[in-house]
Antibody, heavy 115, light 115 residues
Framework: DVQLVESGGALVQPGGSLRLSCEAS????????MSWVRQGPGKGLEWLAD????????NSGDSVKGRFTISRDNAKKSLYLQMNSLRVEDTAVYYC????????WGQGTVVTVSA | QAVLTQPSSLSASPGASASLTCTLR?????????IYWYQQKPGSPPQYLLR?????????GSGVPSRFSGSKDASANAGILVISGLQSEDEGDYYC?????????FGGGTKLTVL
């Protein structure tokens, strides 16, 4: 099956760090740009960052620039999001998605930032 | 002003057609933009519906019924998702997205109610 499976979500205190993972299967992972998108409670979708097929190019949104870092390991067919200096407002469901029009999404992993 | 603006809610009757609009900020030309549409139901990740730039540059998502279609209103600088023959299962949140300045940008979403 073609799928993306996120993991790593947790309850973390403000100022803390967390690393999310996304494992791909059923397609040629190394042939696609990949993205992270989040959705706060009762809110809309917010694109966070994307990364090129070989990891040489990255883009990120203003709300996470300097705090979150996207990376990938094509040998492991995995995408990562390193999140530092977490804030309460980072509480959300975090999705990984295939960037080709976001035509494939994972089920999401929940990150809760709270004291 | 937001890059993409969507009405927060829309109601329509079963069997009718619904037009969901996605208005681009005035400095972004809808005519040259590829607009992507997604459907999201509670507790589930977004699902890709379609992409529309023009009648010669469009793509339907895999398994997406043909009663979902895209169009544009150049005079309003807006992309439109048209859902014909509305069914109760079409209820949900709908998001548009464009690629702008090396970032993927989502609209705030429209909650569609079929009643």
């Amino acid at each position: 099956d073609v799928q993306l499976v996120e993991s790593g979500g947790a309850l973390v205190q403000p100022g803390g760090s967390l690393r999310l993972s996304c494992e791909a299967s059923g397609f040629t992972f190394s042939g696609y740009w990949m993205s992270w998108v989040r959705q706060g409670p009762g809110k809309g979708l917010e694109w966070l960052a994307d990364i090129s097929e070989d990891g040489s190019e990255r883009n990120s949104g203003d709300s996470v620039k300097g705090r979150f870092t996207i990376s990938r390991d094509n040998a492991k067919k995995s995408l990562y999001l390193q999140m530092n200096s977490l804030r309460v407002e980072d509480t959300a469901v975090y999705y990984c998605a295939r960037s080709s029009g976001f035509n494939l999404w994972g089920q999401g992993t929940v990150v809760t930032v709270s004291a | 002003q937001a890059v993409l603006t969507q009405p927060s809610s829309l109601s329509a009757s079963p069997g009718a057609s619904a037009s969901l609009t996605c208005t681009l900020r005035s400095d972004i030309n809808v005519g040259t933009s590829r607009i992507y549409w997604y459907q999201q139901k509670p507790g589930s990740p977004p699902q890709y519906l379609l992409r529309y730039k023009s009648d010669s540059d469009k793509q339907q998502g895999s398994g997406v019924p043909s009663r979902f279609s895209g169009s544009k209103d150049a005079s309003a600088n807006a992309g439109i998702l048209v859902i014909s023959g509305l069914q109760s299962e079409d209820e949900g949140d709908y998001y548009c997205m464009i690629w702008h300045n090396s970032a993927s940008v989502f609209g705030g979403g429209t909650k569609l109610t079929v009643l």
